[in-house]
């Protein structure tokens, strides 16, 4: 009788589970699962710090302490570049410019916050954004009034030191208002842009860190600002003015190691103003790029090939004076400075790339640059 009532209760079971299925695991694009941190600069030109704020699993922001870089801040840097801010792959250094003094600062990430462990000079004049690749640290310096700008290499070492690297200091193709610098996911290769010029410069990098260059190219519409590389080194740009009549665009191509660049997709126009800031997710499925005149985050979506398509010419409306962009490790979170209002807001990415407002952090001291996440 036993047995029986045993094999009624399986074969119950067995046709629960055909009617009602297991749920399939939604993408982690919507569930980031571990808790991180999201990091901006005062860029204070009477003492920069870093504001770091910690992340909860949901993708709301707390704020948890603000640390010195012993430099200064500039009030001419605030919407002119990307990545003022770069976390390193294993989220273990971050590295800040100080654009008033003409340096940069390595940080030491730790779970109280951060850890100064260095400040040296940029090699140049007036710091804008900064990238690293495992140990290799690359600066562009915009120049001034009396110095053109140019790029320069540091190795970090393991106790967070930064020393230059031998004939790594290279130059722009001229004065050229450039707007960001950043390693090719290889670290073969470093791309800066030009709005002045409307130039996009690749250098190839060797094993040693030291890079050599300018190749310089035209890019496919006016003014490139930000951009970020998918998983196949394929290079997403944004131009502020690459679209009809002064409205955005972006830009796609293939990349070489020897200093080649190829348009894939030549400015896909978003209908908004000033696409400035730009981002990839992980996965390299969307791409999302800042209208600062708009108060617009416009969406794309990216082909195995490189090519783009306009997902969403909004998929978010920020305000006016929106500017850098900041994605979680794992894209499940973007995270916008707002310099108008003063805020951050955050957006959960969805697996469609459509974007839904979570948070809204204020006191945000007007002038921050820079924004980087885990």
């Known amino acids: 009788m036993k047995k029986q009532n045993i094999s009624i209760l399986l074969a119950i079971v067995s ?3 055909l009617v009602f299925p297991a749920a399939t695991a939604k993408p982690a694009t919507e569930h980031p699962g571990s808790p991180g941190a999201l990091y901006i600069m005062t860029n204070d030109p009477s003492g920069n710090s870093v504001l770091v704020y910690s992340r909860a699993a949901d993708g709301t922001l707390t704020w948890t302490g ?11 840097l605030t919407g002119s570049n990307q990545g003022g801010l770069a976390l390193s792959k294993d989220a273990k250094s971050l590295l800040v410019v100080n654009a008033g003094s003409n ?19 940029s090699g140049g004049t007036f710091p804008i954004s900064v990238t690293i690749h495992e140990n290799v640290v690359y600066v562009l310096n915009a120049g001034g009034k009396d110095s053109a700008g140019n790029i320069a290499g540091f190795y970090l070492n393991d106790d967070g030191k930064l020393s230059s690297i031998p004939g790594s200091i290279q130059p722009l193709s001229g004065n050229t208002a ?15 842009t030009e709005k002045s010029t409307s130039l996009i410069d690749i250098y190839a990098v060797d094993s040693e860190g030291v890079a050599t260059g300018p190749t310089t190219h035209a890019s496919s519409g006016n003014t490139p600002f930000g951009f970020a590389f998918d998983k196949k080194d394929q290079l997403i740009v944004s131009e502020a003015a690459g679209g009809p009549s002064g409205t955005s665009a972006v830009s796609s191509y293939g990349i070489s190691n020897t200093g080649g660049l190829s348009p894939v997709s030549g400015s896909i126009p978003d209908t908004q ?13 969307y791409a999302y ?3 600062a005149h708009s108060g617009t985050i416009s969406s794309y979506a990216i ?22 962009l900041a994605l979680t490790r794992n ?3 973007l995270y916008q400075f707002i310099n108008a209002s003063h805020t951050i807001e955050g957006f959960s990415v969805h697996s469609d790339g459509s974007l839904t407002l979570i948070d809204t952090v204020t006191g945000v001291p007007a002038g921050a640059d820079g924004l980087a996440a885990n």
């Open 331 to 333: 894209s499940g979170f």
């Open 15 to 17: 046709l629960l589970v």
């Open 273 to 285: 103003l000033a696409a400035c800031w730009l981002v990839v997710t992980g996965n390299s499925q």
């Open 178 to 192: 450039p707007a960001q610098i950043s390693f090719n996911p290889t670290g073969s290769v470093l791309v800066v």
């Open 66 to 76: 603000t640390f010195a870089t012993n430099g200064l801040g500039a009030a001419g």
């Open 289 to 291: 790029t800042a209208n």
């Open 103 to 121: 340096g940069i600062s390595a940080f030491l990430v730790n779970h109280g916050g951060l850890t100064l462990t260095d400040r040296t000079g």
């Open 303 to 324: 082909a195995a090939n490189g090519e783009i398509t306009l997902l969403q010419a909004v998929a978010a409306n920020t305000g006016a004076g929106n500017l850098d």
